[in-house]
């Protein structure tokens, strides 16, 4: 195979045993290993690429326009965790009596016979002053005895931005709209206003630039900075004796008190 060969007890030199070796098998078998790898990588690529589903809701309407991506987006109802970028919501978009822009996501009957109906809807406002942000969050559906039921929390993850910026947050989210219904959002990204080209503009971030522990070691490292530039200045200042004692010169003698 790909090895080298050798009689027992006799003493050969490397230039004989590299004559020895089967080249050509040996680069047989490490493309076919190569290209085990190789599949093998692809596989669980197309696995991990099937097993999830992401969606961009881009609903227009009568004055508004409105974009909303989510990696992790799941609807917990009842005690069952529904995945909502698989359940093929029809977005659309509305504007309010009072200027609100509403993004409503109907499921219509996709959740089942008790929970009929079923709409999402996320409520964003803008100031005069060119800002926007985001207010509510509210789901509605039909109960199985024909009772409609509302729940609603206030959703204010997107403070005063400027209307041309779109939100992004990496943070997982967790609303809860009542006892039954939730909501979790993990990697989204809204924009509610001045939307060009169906595309995102540059995005605000939900989480800061530098992290509680970034911000720590810089103080550490200022701290630290400090005490070594008074350390080399107080060694700097050290003066040494301007006399010596020699073999022909008088001993030093140095006054001190008692």
């Known amino acids: 195979g790909c090895g ?4 027992d007890g006799e003493f050969q030199t490397f230039q004989h045993y590299f004559k020895q070796i089967n080249l050509s098998e ?13 599949a093998a990588l692809c596989i ?7 097993t999830g589903v ?5 609903p227009t309407g009568e004055g508004c326009s409105v974009m909303f991506y989510a990696e992790t987006f799941n609807l917990t109802i009842g005690g069952t965790t529904y995945d909502f970028n698989s359940l093929n919501a029809t977005s659309t978009c509305s504007v309010g009596e009072k200027g609100q822009t509403y993004l409503q ?3 219509d009957d996709k959740l089942g016979d008790d929970y009929t109906d079923a709409t999402l809807f996320f409520s964003f406002s803008k100031t005069n002053t060119g800002y926007w942000n985001s207010q509510e969050v509210m789901f509605n559906y039909t109960a199985a005895n ?7 929390a206030s959703f204010q993850e997107v403070s005063l931005i400027s209307e041309w910026f779109s939100f992004a947050c990496s943070i997982r989210t967790a609303v809860s709209l009542s006892d039954d219904v939730s ?9 509610a206003y001045n939307i060009q080209n169906t595309t995102f503009s540059d995005s605000f971030q939900c989480v800061a630039i530098l992290s509680k522990g970034a911000w720590m070691g810089i103080f550490s490292t200022l701290f630290l900075i ?7 200045m107080m060694l700097v200042n050290i003066q040494t004796p301007d006399r010596f004692e020699t073999s022909k010169s008088k001993c030093l003698i140095i006054p001190h008190e008692h």
């Open 4 to 7: 080298i060969n050798a009689d």
């Open 26 to 38: 040996c680069n047989q078998k490490i493309y076919k290993m190569r290209s085990l790898v190789l």
């Open 44 to 50: 669980s690529l197309a696995f991990g690429q099937s």
């Open 54 to 58: 992401i969606a961009i809701y881009t």
């Open 105 to 107: 996501l109907k499921l």
């Open 146 to 152: 024909d009772s409609e039921i509302t729940a609603v």
């Open 183 to 191: 909501l979790l959002l993990d990697y989204y990204q809204i924009q």
């Open 226 to 232: 400090v005490m070594l530039f008074f350390s080399i």
